[in-house]
């Protein structure tokens, strides 16, 4: 079974809607990225999480991770089709080691 | 700051070839990391270098090496290209020292014929 499961596998909103992309790890994380992506390009860096009960937003995107470090969540707010991409989330088992990513979730925002 | 660098930025090769992708990373970096993504897919690493040598390795076979030079820019080198190594092909970096930040490149696009 997969180590990270991201969920869902795709997502289609209205603009102005808010929506929310989990990140699931079956081992306690070290640090969780979430990483967006424009189809074929590079990933952008959006934040990192590292501390159990951690929060932080940037603009109109909060990402959370749990108490217990196995679990993240990116909520978005009043959406826009700016937000369109692909997500991803990255876990780092034990610091400065290669991350181990999820399958992504593919938003799309409609007019 | 150019951030982290790649080229080229799209390849084409034929079965049985051999192609080289390159990265510059971020200035003050001194690592860098390759990644494999296939289509729909999330990344998979590939290997990681830091002071000229392969420091982790995923589990990919022999016909991908790299190397790492002083100035920390780094080659991937696949060689026998098969149709499954059609990918888009990460380059991040980071530094051993400061963080685990990790940032990634624009990009190599691989197409195998």
């Known amino acids: 079974s997969q180590e990270l499961e991201q969920s869902p596998q795709s997502l289609i909103v209205q603009e102005g809607k808010n929506l929310t992309i989990n990140c699931t790890s079956s081992?306690?994380?070290?640090?969780l990225y979430w990483y967006k992506q424009k189809y074929g390009e590079g990933l952008i860096f959006l934040m990192m999480?590292?501390?159990?009960?951690e929060e932080k937003s940037h603009e109109k995107i909060t990402a959370k991770l749990d108490e217990k470090k196995q679990q993240s969540s990116l909520h978005i707010t009043a959406s826009q089709p700016s937000h369109a991409g692909i997500y991803l989330c990255?876990?780092?088992?034990?610091?400065?080691?290669?991350?181990?990513f999820g399958k992504g979730t593919r938003l799309s925002v409609i007019a | 700051d150019a951030g982290v660098t790649q080229s080229p930025t799209h390849l084409i090769k034929t079965r049985g070839q051999q192609v080289t992708l390159r990265c510059s990373p971020k200035?003050?970096?001194?690592?860098v990391s390759w990644y494999q993504q296939a289509l729909g897919q999330g990344p998979q690493f590939i290997f990681q270098?830091?002071?000229?040598?392969?420091?982790q390795r995923g589990n990919f076979p022999d016909r991908f090496s790299g190397h790492q030079f002083p100035n920390y820019s780094s080659e991937l080198n696949v060689n026998a290209l098969l149709l499954g190594d059609s990918a888009l092909y990460l380059c991040?970096?980071?530094?051993?020292?400061?963080?685990?930040?990790?940032?990634f490149g624009p990009g190599t696009r691989l197409t195998v014929l």
């Open positions: 991040a970096s980071s530094s051993i020292n400061s963080g685990i930040e990790q940032f």
């Open positions: 081992k306690t994380l070290y640090g």
């Open positions: 999480l590292q501390k159990g009960g």
């Open positions: 990255g876990a780092d088992y034990s610091g400065n080691t290669p991350l181990v």
């Open positions: 200035s003050g970096h001194d690592t």
């Open positions: 270098y830091y002071e000229e040598e392969e420091r």
